[in-house]
């Protein structure tokens, strides 16, 4: 069974064609679901733990970002909001 079979049989003729008819011929990513609040405290609290067992904050930084499949960048945006 192919991946567009799949998706129908998943979401239906009249979704499926909704998603033709906005994304036919385009790569789409489809993320896992993982709510965003709680992605980003797993985030902070995996840099934290990082942090307390030794590692320097851009090391930290590096292993928090390959943990969760993330930038350097978008790890320190995450780390730096309240």
């Not at 790569?27 to 030794?54: C, H, T, W």
């Not at 590692?55 to 790890?75: F, G, N, P, W």
């Amino acid at each position: 069974m192919t991946e567009s079979e799949r998706i129908l049989r998943i979401i239906g003729k009249g979704c499926m064609q909704k998603l033709v008819d906005e994304f036919g011929g385009t790569n789409i990513y489809i993320p896992k679901l993982v709510p965003i609040p709680d992605r980003d405290s797993m985030i902070k609290a995996n840099f934290s733990e990082s942090l307390k067992q030794g590692c320097t904050c851009m090391s930290s930084y590096q292993i928090t970002a390959e943990k969760h499949d993330l930038s350097i960048r978008r790890v320190r945006e995450i780390v730096a909001t309240a």
